[in-house]
């Protein structure tokens, strides 16, 4: 890097397992976040969150295994940090995790030996939730015990130049293919109702991302047999965000269907895994005849670009 930072952007996601123990460590950590299991009594999360990874450590592990055996957030968040620190002039990036290294302690250590006071925190979730949004911002602010100058950048999901990278991706996936013959279904991650119930922003911002999205492709002439919104991920016996994934794809039986994920920045587990695995044999069960999941826009030089405008940093 040929130059003298004055200024750090820090990008701020949950993190990906690398090997089994740094999933132990994810699972362990993130059902220990009283954002997640949002339990008054610090013993009785740690109790559950023993229990829950216990329980679902193996299965977790063999899932992982079938996408090589480590989640490709890791690499793909290492090249847009390299790609930014390429394209931003006095302003140096780095990444924290909230659930894997790296860890917001290793990134403050960095900034303190570099001089850096300036911060600007990006969140990498285009839309608002305590779950993510909040719980990653407290765990950094909560280590830098007010000593810089913090900026926090709000929820993205309205940015015109992000939402021309997301257009770009969809449009890539179908290239080969008449937009016209899919059903393109947004799938957000979900969320237990009572969260949402709370206060959450969460369901309200991701329906307002699919209508900006929706309007921006019938403006740019892009037609789908329908588009729709659904949710992945349920877990457990609550009531969550509705309708799920795997009830909307059985509307498509002999028909195509597009999935993008609205709710993530950089592909996953949930996005390598879930949907691009999981729901693709259910959607196979279900007589879905062309079932296709776009990438998220990772390092895309449009989301670079993007960036450079939500955080206003050249």
Same mark, same amino acid.
Do not use: C, H
């Given at each position: 890097m040929n130059k003298t930072p004055t200024k750090a952007l820090v990008l701020l996601n949950m993190g990906?397992?690398? *090997?089994?123990?740094?999933?132990?460590?994810?699972?362990?950590?993130?059902? @220990?976040d009283k954002n997640i299991l949002t339990v008054k009594s610090n013993l009785l999360r740690s109790f559950i969150a023993k229990f829950i990874v216990t329980t679902r450590l193996n299965s977790a592990w063999e899932n992982y295994e079938e996408i090589g055996g480590y989640s490709p957030l890791n690499p793909l968040t290492e090249k847009l940090v390299e790609k930014l620190n390429k394209e931003l002039q006095e302003v140096e990036t780095f990444q924290v995790m909230r659930y894997t290294p790296p860890f917001a302690d290793e990134c403050?250590?960095?900034?303190?030996?570099?001089?850096?006071k300036d911060v600007v925190l990006l969140p990498l979730y285009p839309q608002y939730s305590t779950t993510t949004t909040k719980s990653s911002l407290e765990d950094f602010e909560e280590v830098a015990k007010n000593e810089f100058n913090l900026t926090v950048i709000e929820p993205f999901y309205e940015n015109e130049?992000? *939402?021309?990278?997301?257009?770009?991706?969809?449009?890539?996936?179908?290239? @080969?293919?008449?937009?016209?013959?899919?059903?393109?279904?947004f799938s957000a991650h979900g969320l237990p109702q009572k969260?949402?119930?709370?206060?959450?922003?969460?369901?309200?911002?991701?329906?307002?991302h699919v209508e900006i999205l929706s309007q921006k492709l019938e403006k740019k002439g892009i037609k789908f047999k329908s588009i729709s919104l659904a949710y992945q991920s349920k877990v457990g016996p609550l009531k969550w965000l509705e309708p799920a994934l795997d009830d909307e794809l059985k509307r498509y039986k002999d028909d195509n269907v597009l999935i993008y994920p609205i709710a993530f920045i950089v592909d996953n587990s949930e996005t390598d895994f879930e949907l691009s695995i999981e729901y693709k044999e259910e959607a196979d069960e279900i007589g879905i005849k062309d079932y296709r999941v776009c990438k998220c826009v990772n390092d895309d030089d449009i989301f670079i670009e993007a960036i450079k405008d939500i955080t206003k940093l050249n």
């Open positions: 990906g397992a690398r *090997n089994k123990n740094e999933l132990k460590m994810f699972l362990t950590n993130m059902f @220990n403050i250590k960095q900034l303190k030996e570099k001089g850096i130049i992000y *939402n021309d990278a997301i257009i770009n991706s969809i449009t890539k996936e179908v290239s @080969n293919a008449r937009s016209e013959d899919f059903n393109l279904i969260i949402v119930d709370a206060g959450d922003p969460y369901e309200k911002q991701v329906n307002d």
